[in-house]
């Protein structure tokens, strides 16, 4: 994709961009921890126009069985788009780009969970997209961690996430849709804001070296945001609204 | 993957080697294995190459052909590249579609070569929002001993510098070849992938099957001619700091110059 002709101005001479919003300001972002009563811990997120519904099960038992190992519990992730979250309609089977990123938010919500204190069980995580305006992947592990830390599954640390990109040859924020299409670079980064771990990392479109590193830090700002965030949402759930970080 | 007695005991091994600074086969920490490259395999294919990096050998084929564009992008040419683990490949693969790790693989190794812009696609349009030139990359896994990610894409990257392709008119809107007008594929840069694993704390270049196996993370990096970062895809079960992040890009730069060259020679004896 990228690199399409449009009339759309992504960068005005003011360093607004075409949604209104300062190059180092993410979009609005709203967690809420819980919400479903079947699920072992859930979360929804907005962020932006993307909304987007988490629930996690378990730990539980394996099925099928043969997955299951003995030495510790083992994280599933599924990662679907429902077909009217799209401008057109999307299959409702899952594609290769969602089995690629089922996959990539499995590894990066890995390092933070510990499991090992449930062998031959699952963790299953599953997300659901309603309405995506991009920058699923990002919302979606930032809701996912809030989820397992809401089904009381041990954590080492929070997985929260925040993409950086490259619009009009300058490095900005949270990168919507309309950036991601018509934009230079879109770099999806998750972080462990208190282990300091990238546990999230890709990038599509040209950086130079140097941009390549403004990007990492861009992001693990935005990352840091988004985990006042996730925090303020687990203590609005278990300790009242009334506690203001 | 469950992993077994024999994992841990290997995995104990490589980082206890790694602290002295050595590799399980010799090499050192950021030397990548030989890189065997050999175009036009297949005659039939419009370009192609079998590569092997170190004991790992993908076939990659090139065919190409006309093609209706994709609805919004009628001023552009087609280029897709798929990765598949041949079943005689490993004792582990089975037939049937592809898993994740093999979906990953064959999406990290398109859009290293799709994000770089190696093939100038607006070259590739025989009518606009008619008819295009499609330029589809299959690579077939026919050895495997670890980083397929690199392997894959030197072969797709070679057979793309090797390919020529046919000329096309449209004729009442059907795409007509015309005999004898072969041309070499419009290229803008040679994208280079590097692979990198994450042992411990110990970063290793082009890991092979053992310590594939047993590292914690890994990173793939794309670079192109100008020494620019085109793509990158972290995987496996751990992260990365900043600091490492930062220096896989300065490592998969001075790797990818280096075997850049080599697929230059590719281009140079096309």
């Given at each position: 994709?990228?690199?399409?002709?449009?009339?759309?101005?992504?960068?005005?001479?003011?360093?607004?961009?075409?949604?209104?919003?300062?190059?180092?300001?993410p979009?609005?972002i709203?967690i809420?921890a819980?919400?479903?009563?079947?699920?072992?811990?859930?979360a929804?997120i907005?962020?932006?126009?993307?909304?987007?519904?988490?629930?996690?099960?378990?730990?539980?038992?394996?099925?099928?069985?043969?997955?299951?190992?003995?030495?510790?519990?083992?994280?599933?992730?599924?990662?679907?788009?429902?077909?009217?979250?799209?401008?057109?309609?999307?299959?409702?089977?899952?594609?290769?780009?969602?089995?690629?990123?089922?996959?990539?938010?499995?590894?990066a919500l890995q390092p933070a969970v510990i499991?090992?204190?449930?062998?031959?069980?699952?963790?299953?995580?599953?997300?659901?997209?309603?309405?995506?305006?991009?920058?699923?992947?990002c919302a979606?592990l930032s809701a996912a961690s809030v989820?397992l830390a809401?089904?009381?599954?041990?954590m080492r640390d929070m997985v929260a996430a925040c993409a950086a990109?490259?619009?009009?040859?300058?490095?900005?924020l949270d990168?919507?849709?309309?950036?991601?299409?018509?934009?230079?670079?879109?770099?999806p980064i998750g972080y462990m804001p208190n282990l300091k771990k990238i546990t999230l990392l890709?990038?599509?479109?040209?950086?130079?070296?140097?941009?390549?590193?403004?990007?990492i830090e861009t992001g693990i700002i935005g990352c840091k945001i988004v985990y006042d965030l996730q925090k303020k949402a687990l203590h609005?759930?278990?300790?009242?609204?009334?506690?203001?970080q | 993957?469950?992993?077994?007695?024999?994992?841990?005991?290997?995995?104990?091994?490589?980082?206890?080697?790694?602290?002295?600074?050595?590799?399980?086969?010799?090499?050192?920490?950021?030397?990548?294995?030989?890189?065997?490259?050999?175009?036009?395999?297949?005659?039939?294919?419009?370009?192609?190459?079998?590569?092997?990096?170190?004991?790992?050998?993908?076939?990659?084929?090139?065919?190409?052909?006309?093609?209706?564009?994709?609805?919004?992008?009628?001023?552009?040419?087609?280029?897709?590249?798929?990765?598949?683990?041949?079943?005689?490949?490993?004792?582990?693969?089975?037939?049937?579609?592809?898993?994740?790790?093999?979906?990953?693989?064959?999406?990290?190794?398109?859009?290293?070569?799709?994000?770089?812009?190696?093939?100038?696609?607006?070259?590739?349009?025989?009518?606009?929002?008619?008819?295009?030139?499609?330029?589809?990359?299959?690579?077939?896994?026919?050895?495997?001993?670890?980083?397929?990610?690199?392997?894959?894409?030197?072969?797709?990257?070679?057979?793309?510098?090797?390919?020529?392709?046919?000329?096309?008119?449209?004729?009442?809107?059907?795409?007509?070849?015309?005999?004898?007008?072969?041309?070499?594929?419009?290229?803008?840069?040679?994208?280079?992938?590097?692979?990198?694993?994450?042992?411990?704390?110990?970063?290793?270049?082009?890991?092979?099957?053992?310590?594939?196996?047993?590292?914690?993370?890994?990173?793939?990096?794309?670079?192109?001619?100008?020494?620019?970062?085109?793509?990158?895809?972290k995987?496996?079960?751990d992260g990365f700091s900043m600091d490492e992040i930062?220096?896989?890009?300065?490592?998969?730069?001075?790797?990818?110059?280096?075997?850049?060259?080599?697929?230059?020679?590719?281009?140079?004896?096309?």
């Amino acid at each position: 994709m990228g690199g399409r002709e449009s009339e759309l101005v992504l960068l005005d001479e003011n360093g607004i961009r075409c949604d209104g919003r300062k190059v180092d300001e993410p979009r609005r972002i709203m967690i809420k921890a819980g919400g479903l009563k079947n699920a072992d811990g859930s979360a929804y997120i907005e962020f932006g126009d993307n909304k987007i519904l988490v629930g996690v099960f378990g730990p539980r038992d394996v099925h099928p069985k043969h997955m299951s190992n003995t030495d510790t519990g083992i994280l599933r992730v599924r990662y679907h788009m429902e077909p009217f979250s799209v401008s057109e309609r999307k299959n409702p089977a899952p594609s290769r780009r969602e089995i690629e990123i089922s996959k990539v938010i499995k590894e990066a919500l890995q390092p933070a969970v510990i499991l090992d204190k449930f062998p031959r069980t699952a963790v299953d995580v599953f997300i659901e997209v309603l309405q995506a305006d991009g920058g699923t992947r990002c919302a979606a592990l930032s809701a996912a961690s809030v989820a397992l830390a809401d089904a009381g599954i041990p954590m080492r640390d929070m997985v929260a996430a925040c993409a950086a990109g490259k619009v009009a040859d300058t490095v900005v924020l949270d990168v919507n849709n309309e950036e991601d299409q018509a934009g230079q670079a879109d770099m999806p980064i998750g972080y462990m804001p208190n282990l300091k771990k990238i546990t999230l990392l890709q990038l599509d479109g040209v950086l130079t070296p140097e941009e390549y590193k403004k990007c990492i830090e861009t992001g693990i700002i935005g990352c840091k945001i988004v985990y006042d965030l996730q925090k303020k949402a687990l203590h609005d759930k278990y300790f009242g609204s009334g506690g203001e970080q | 993957m469950s992993s077994s007695i024999i994992d841990e005991l290997k995995k104990s091994q490589i980082l206890e080697l790694l602290e002295q600074g050595k590799r399980i086969d010799g090499r050192a920490l950021d030397e990548t294995r030989e890189l065997i490259i050999e175009t036009n395999a297949i005659p039939k294919a419009n370009g192609s190459a079998r590569v092997r990096l170190g004991d790992s050998e993908v076939v990659c084929g090139v065919k190409i052909q006309p093609d209706r564009p994709f609805p919004d992008m009628g001023d552009k040419g087609i280029f897709i590249c798929t990765a598949e683990l041949l079943p005689l490949s490993h004792p582990s693969v089975e037939t049937g579609p592809p898993g994740p790790d093999v979906i990953e693989l064959a999406r990290v190794v398109d859009r290293g070569i799709r994000e770089s812009h190696m093939i100038d696609l607006s070259q590739l349009v025989i009518k606009k929002d008619k008819s295009v030139v499609g330029v589809f990359a299959d690579n077939v896994v026919s050895d495997y001993d670890g980083n397929l990610f690199d392997a894959c894409a030197y072969a797709a990257t070679a057979a793309i510098l090797s390919s020529k392709t046919p000329k096309w008119e449209l004729n009442d809107d059907i795409p007509t070849l015309v005999e004898g007008q072969e041309s070499d594929v419009p290229i803008t840069t040679i994208p280079v992938s590097v692979t990198m694993g994450k042992i411990g704390n110990h970063i290793i270049v082009d890991p092979n099957a053992d310590e594939w196996d047993v590292m914690d993370a890994r990173i793939t990096i794309t670079t192109d001619s100008d020494g620019n970062i085109c793509a990158s895809q972290k995987g496996g079960n751990d992260g990365f700091s900043m600091d490492e992040i930062v220096r896989c890009g300065e490592i998969s730069i001075m790797i990818g110059s280096k075997i850049r060259e080599k697929l230059k020679q590719v281009k140079e004896g096309n």
